[in-house]
């Protein structure tokens, strides 16, 4: 099972990674980060499948694959 780890302080909200999860795994934060926005969160599911997208799309590579 995959799965994949947001560094929510380094997350500037552009929610790239929102839109293109295939899976519809990663949703907006109601908590806010350092930057005193809503960071992107996963929610932790099995469907995780470690595809990369939200890896690859981050700007601001704040994302982690764990395979
Ligand atoms: S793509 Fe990166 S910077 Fe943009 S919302 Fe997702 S984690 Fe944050
Ligand atoms: S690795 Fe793929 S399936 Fe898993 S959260 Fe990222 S985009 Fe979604």
């Known amino acids: 099972m995959a799965k994949i780890k ?8 552009c929610y790239l990674c929102v839109v293109n999860c295939p899976q519809g795994l ?6 806010l980060n350092v930057k005193g926005i809503k960071p992107a ?4 599911s099995r469907k995780c ?3 990369g997208m939200c ?4 700007p601001d590579r704040g994302i982690i694959i764990y395979r």
């Open 55 to 58: 890896a690859l799309i981050c």
């Open 41 to 44: 969160v996963f929610s932790a």
């Open 26 to 31: 990663i949703k907006v934060s109601q908590e």
């Open 6 to 13: 947001i560094n929510k302080d380094r997350c500037k909200g």
């Open 49 to 51: 499948t470690g595809c």
